[in-house]
Each structure stands twice: as structure tokens, then as C-alpha cells.
């Protein structure tokens, strides 16, 4: 499936935006897009279910969505391209950059648990109450409702199933040979948790914890987010 993408400028690199979970291309990395698109080709995908890539098909979300993407990029004519992911948008980096190693210049993850919690059940629970409250609100529901094309709703209840996280693909990162950048916000004790997890295990994982933020990292401390990844790209080769 080929997704609905907007671009924006004209540098020789590219960097793909991978917004998170019931966002899309443009509602997403509004300030990082900004920041960085004088100097880099900004593309800027709907992934499966959201915006305007309409789709019935979400199972398997997290392959579909990088093969997806990998078509995208070939229809775009982007050989390779630095991956920027936020949650669920660092889900499916995380999964393309494995399935499409050649693809991946490098990739920068947020909102991502290394390991599956020991709570994770009531954590998931309680998530799963969270997202149930959005159908009470009419301002949301018209507000998701213009955001996307295709059945909003059926992505809440996708992220609801007992098993939905990819806890076996964000445990092993080794078939990912880029250089990769794991920011956490403060505010997120499991999160945290990956800034040691994941140099422990691998020498090309670059860490950064981000203060006065949580999980959206990228949305609550835009500026340091697009900071700390421009650093993290200067010392990319």
C-alpha cells in the first residue's frame, strides 16, 4: 500500500516523520519539520489507518506498516532516509529498519518500552480505560473524525487486544546496524528504563533522557527533541 505523504524541502537527505499512534503527516513533528527542512527533504507519511492511507487491513499492523512505508519510499525514489519515530510511529520504525536495513540511514525512537513491564497488565488496563473515555467527548470524536478518513476507531480497539505491543521486536534491536538515537522523557519510569537497557546491550544506541516531558516526547519538549537529533545526526558519518 502506497501512504499518503506530504513533502516539504529540497536537501539531498531525507528525513521520514513517523507520527504517533491516531495522529498523522502533518497534525505531528510540526516543529521538527520546520526546524529541519531547510537543509533536509522532509516526507511526512499517514501511516495505515490514519489521515488520509485508508485501510481495512490492521492486522499485523506493525509489518503491513513497514512494508508500506518501504513502497512509499520507492514510489518516492528515497533509496535511504533517517527515521524519526514517536510511540507508535517508533513502532514501525523500529520493525522497517529491521525488515529494510537498507533503507535506514539511521533512527531516532521516542515513547518506546524496551521491556514488557512487570505490571504490564494493569498498565495496559489502565490505557485501555483511558482510550475508552475519548468516545465520551463529541469535541474529540468530531475532532479524530476530520482527522481521518477511514474508521478511527477500530485503531483504539487494535491498540485494546492483550498482545498488541511488539515487546519481541523493541527487546532486540541487533539487525538494526544504524545508528540509532533513544530519547525518554523523564516523566516515564518505563521508558527510562531503555536509556540503560539498551547501551548495555549495544554500542551504536545513543541515549538522552528529556526533562519535563513523558511520552510524547516530541510534542511536549519539541525543541529539545529536534536538538538532541541534530546532534545526533552531526556525528553520523
Not at 487491513?57 to 512494508?67: G, K, S
Amino acid at each position: 500500500m502506497i501512504l499518503h505523504t506530504e513533502s516539504f524541502g529540497k536537501g539531498v537527505e531525507a528525513i521520514v516523520f513517523l507520527h504517533s499512534g491516531l495522529q498523522t503527516g502533518l497534525s505531528d513533528f510540526e516543529y521538527q519539520r520546520n526546524y529541519f527542512k531547510e537543509h533536509y527533504r522532509i516526507i511526512l507519511p499517514d501511516l495505515r489507518g490514519h489521515g488520509d492511507s485508508v485501510s481495512t487491513e490492521l492486522d499485523n499492523i506493525f509489518e503491513r506498516n513497514a512494508q508500506d512505508l518501504a513502497e512509499t519510499l520507492d514510489q518516492l525514489g528515497i533509496e535511504t532516509a533517517h527515521i524519526v519515530g514517536a510511540s507508535f510511529g517508533a513502532l514501525v520504525g523500529i520493525v522497517f529498519a529491521k525488515r529494510f536495513p537498507s533503507k535506514v540511514k539511521s533512527l531516532a525512537i521516542s515513547g518506546v518500552t524496551a521491556e514488557q513491564p512487570d505490571n504490564w497488565e494493569q498498565l495496559r488496563e489502565q490505557e485501555a480505560r483511558n482510550q475508552q473515555q475519548i468516545f465520551e467527548y463529541e469535541e474529540t470524536n468530531a475532532y479524530f473524525d476530520q482527522l481521518h478518513k477511514g474508521d478511527w476507531r477500530k485503531l483504539i480497539a487494535l491498540g485494546q487486544q492483550r498482545d498488541w505491543y511488539p515487546f519481541e521486536e523493541t527487546k532486540d534491536l541487533s539487525a538494526i546496524a544504524a545508528p540509532i538515537l533513544y530519547l525518554a522523557g523523564e516523566g516515564n519510569p518505563n521508558e527510562t528504563k531503555g536509556v540503560q537497557y539498551y547501551p548495555d546491550k549495544y554500542d551504536h544506541v545513543h541515549v538522552s533522557v528529556i526533562p519535563f516531558a513523558s511520552h510524547l516526547v516530541h510534542a511536549e519538549q519539541a525543541e529539545l527533541h529536534a536538538k538532541t537529533f541534530e546532534l545526533f545526526l552531526s556525528r553520523i558519518d
